[in-house]
């Protein structure tokens, strides 16, 4: 069975940084894209960074510069380092990874805050 098990999430001061991380275990083939996506209170779930298997990113135009998404192929995971943390930024993250075979699977969510 798989599982998307994410870490990294919590309480900073606007400025600070982040890491979060995000696991694939089970049985695969491979994976296709992986991603960030974040919703916060009261609003639609939107995109914030993918990356590719060969390695492509793209990123919302509101994190550009400051965040930094990465994967390790070997280890099945993905991370999105985050720096200069804004209030806005707040929100539940959660990954989501689309494998070799099309099926996509999402993570529990992690809460991250930032204060002002």
């Known amino acids: 069975q798989v599982q998307l098990v994410e870490s990294g999430g919590g309480l900073v001061q606007a400025g600070g940084s982040l890491r979060l991380s995000c696991a694939l275990s089970?049985?695969?083939?491979?994976?296709?894209?992986m991603g960030w996506y974040r919703q916060a209170p009261g609003k639609e779930r939107e995109l914030v960074a993918t990356?590719?298997?060969?390695?492509?990113?793209n990123y919302r135009d509101s994190v550009k510069g400051r965040f930094t998404i990465s994967r390790d192929n070997a280890k099945n995971t993905v991370y999105l380092q985050m720096n200069s943390l804004k209030p806005e930024d707040t929100a539940v993250y959660a990954c989501?990874?689309?494998?070799?075979?099309?099926?996509?699977?999402w993570g529990q969510g992690t809460q991250v805050t930032v204060s002002s």
């Open positions: 089970g049985s695969i083939f491979g994976i296709n894209v």
């Open positions: 989501n990874m689309i494998l070799l075979n099309g099926r996509a699977y």
């Open positions: 990356i590719t298997r060969g390695g492509s990113t």
